[in-house]
């Protein structure tokens, strides 16, 4: 059974500047310009692997159809475990996208926990909201 979450109270939100990327799923924005700066800085606190194309959703909303022909699908994707044993793609959409059409079967990934990813959120309310919701999740 996943771990309860609990509140840290020195909880700084990420802001997003300028020209960062923001995943946003419902409430929960993440900062993944700065997730990715995090990653390329602690390279040994985040783990790559590789993930099967087939477990993620083959159809996007937004897929930018000539940017996919421009990506890299050796550039690592993002996933992140949104709910217990729940992981999302919050960065990579164009990459596993090419993947698909290119046939592969598996793509390299950043695996995060909710450890690693919730001090990305850009707002308390999202951050609390997080907790409530994993929390939820885990009964």
Not at 43 to 53: G, N, R, S, T
Request: hydrophobic content about 40%; overall charge neutral; proline content about 5%.
């Amino acid at each position: 059974m996943a771990k309860l979450l609990t509140v840290q109270n020195d909880f700084t939100p990420f802001p997003v500047d300028d020209g960062d990327e923001v995943f946003a799923n419902g409430i929960f924005k993440f900062n993944i310009t700065k997730m990715i700066a995090s990653i390329q800085e602690n390279p040994d606190c985040f783990i790559l692997q590789e993930i099967k194309v087939d477990d993620f959703y083959k159809e996007f909303s937004s897929i930018n159809h000539l940017h996919v022909d421009t990506v890299d699908v050796l550039n690592p994707v993002i996933i992140a475990e949104i709910a217990p044993e729940r992981y999302n793609l919050i960065d990579g959409n164009h990459r596993m996208e090419k993947a698909r059409r290119m046939g592969m079967k598996k793509l390299p990934a950043y695996k995060l926990n909710p450890l690693q990813h919730i001090r990305f959120l850009t707002s308390k309310t999202a951050y609390l909201a997080y907790i409530e919701y994993w929390n939820g999740k885990r009964v």
